[in-house]
């Protein structure tokens, strides 16, 4: 069981908007610790989406976001493409465990 | 452009040592970032195993850390992982990272492959 949870799956028709949450606690996100998130498409090298809670990497599109607020994060794509369609994750420190964690992922499905 | 390119056995025996080496290629390891072991599980679950900054400092999951070495080899411009006593919960797709420190949790922009490891008889 992940410390930092997230919704197994969401699913969205191309064109919407769809957001995924990533649940910590006072330890954790709580704690003010950033929240970075990743898209992973199997087979391949995960990749980088949102850093710094809010942040996007150059390459990375506006279509994708991110939020943070108490125990909680999130991210938002809007304009869903089918190629959005993978999994994605999100991750922050907790300063109880002294661990960097991940969440349990979450997998996208483009109707 | 840099790339990370792990490799190793893919199978190892039960209470055997896993070791897995991290080639970094198109720039050097002697940079002011963090190198980062993170595996998958069969189940997808994304665990961190640990890091090492180029200069040798370690931090190491604590649920693993009696069992794990991760060291750097700056003449070669790669980074290794070392885990002992292995048990099939260790099965898993290993990757090696590069991590961008930061005061408040570092990220990791880039990830390599992934190399699958197996413990079994």
């Known amino acids: 069981q992940s410390v930092l949870t997230q919704p197994p799956s969401v699913s969205g028709a191309p064109g919407q908007r769809v957001t995924i949450s990533c649940t910590g606690s006072s330890s954790n996100i709580g704690a003010g610790y950033d929240v970075h998130w990743y898209q992973h498409l199997p087979g391949t090298a995960p990749k980088l989406l949102i850093y710094g809670n809010t942040n996007r990497p150059s390459g990375v599109p506006d279509r994708f976001s991110g939020s943070k607020s108490g125990t909680s994060a999130s991210l938002a794509i809007t304009g869903l493409q089918v190629e959005d369609e993978a999994d994605y994750f999100c991750?922050?420190?907790?300063?109880?465990?002294?661990?960097?964690?991940f969440g349990g992922g979450t997998k996208l499905t483009v109707l | 452009q840099v790339q990370l390119q792990e490799s190793g056995p893919g199978l190892v025996k039960p209470s055997g040592t896993l070791s897995l080496t991290c080639i970094v290629s198109?720039?050097?390891?002697?940079?002011?970032?963090?190198w980062s072991w993170v595996r998958q599980t069969p189940e997808k679950e994304l665990e961190w195993i640990g890091e090492?900054?180029?200069?040798?400092?370690?931090n190491y999951n604590p649920s693993l850390k009696s069992r794990v070495t991760i060291s750097v080899d700056k003449s070669k411009n790669q980074f290794s992982l070392r885990l002992s006593s292995v048990t099939a919960a260790d099965t898993a797709l290993y990757y090696c990272a590069r991590v961008i420190p930061s005061v408040a949790v570092g990220h990791i922009d880039l990830w390599g492959r992934g190399t699958l490891v197996t413990v079994s008889s």
């Open positions: 198109g720039g050097s390891i002697s940079r002011t970032n963090w």
């Open positions: 991750q922050s420190y907790d300063s109880s465990l002294f661990v960097v964690l």
């Open positions: 090492i900054s180029h200069s040798g400092t370690t």
